[in-house]
C-alpha cells in the first residue's frame, strides 16, 4: 500500500501505465498462465500482431521483463521465456521472504487503520481466489497488495 498525504473522501491518484507496461503485463500473464512455456521461444512477429502494438513497445516489455527474470533476451536470435531451476526458485523465495517481513513490519508501525482494512479485505480476496485456484486474479490481486 503506498502511503498519501490524502485526507479521507479526497480521491487517489490515477496510475497511468505506459504502453510497454501494458505489454509487459501482457507477457507476464501468458507466461503465468502456461501459455508461454519456460525455455520456449517468444513468436514476436505473433505476439505483436496479436496484442496490436508496435515492435518498441514490445521490445521494450521484453527487456523489462528480463530484468525481473522472467525471459532471457538474446541479441539477434530473439527472446525465450526462462527456465527456473529449483534453486533459482529457492533463492527468489529466500528474499522475497526477507523484503516481505521487512514490509510487513514497516506496515503495522505506519499504516492508518484504513489502510489496514483495505489490506485486510485484500487478503481475504485473495484467500477465495486462492481456494477456488483462480490463479490470475490471485496473482493480480497479490501483486497489487505487495
Do not use: W
Request: aromatic fraction near 4%; hydrophobic fraction near 40%; glycine fraction near 6%.
Amino acid at each position: 500500500m503506498e502511503s498519501t498525504d490524502l485526507k479521507p473522501g479526497q480521491p487517489a491518484a490515477v496510475r497511468i501505465e505506459t504502453l510497454h507496461d501494458q505489454v509487459a503485463g501482457s507477457i507476464r500473464d501468458l507466461i503465468i498462465e502456461g501459455y508461454l512455456e519456460p525455455g520456449s521461444r517468444i513468436d514476436e512477429t505473433s505476439l505483436i500482431e496479436q496484442l496490436g502494438v508496435s515492435r518498441t513497445p514490445f521490445r521494450e516489455a521484453l527487456r523489462t521483463l528480463a530484468a525481473e527474470g522472467l525471459v532471457v533476451v538474446r541479441p539477434s536470435k530473439g527472446a525465450i521465456v526462462r527456465k527456473l531451476t529449483p534453486e533459482d526458485v529457492f533463492s527468489m523465495l529466500e528474499l522475497l521472504a526477507h523484503l516481505e517481513r521487512l514490509a510487513g513490519q514497516l506496515a503495522c508501525e505506519r499504516a492508518t487503520d484504513d489502510e489496514i482494512r483495505q489490506m485486510i479485505e485484500l487478503h481475504q480476496d485473495m484467500l477465495a481466489l486462492y481456494e477456488k485456484r483462480d490463479r490470475l486474479p490471485y496473482y493480480k490481486l497479490n501483486q497489487e497488495f505487495h
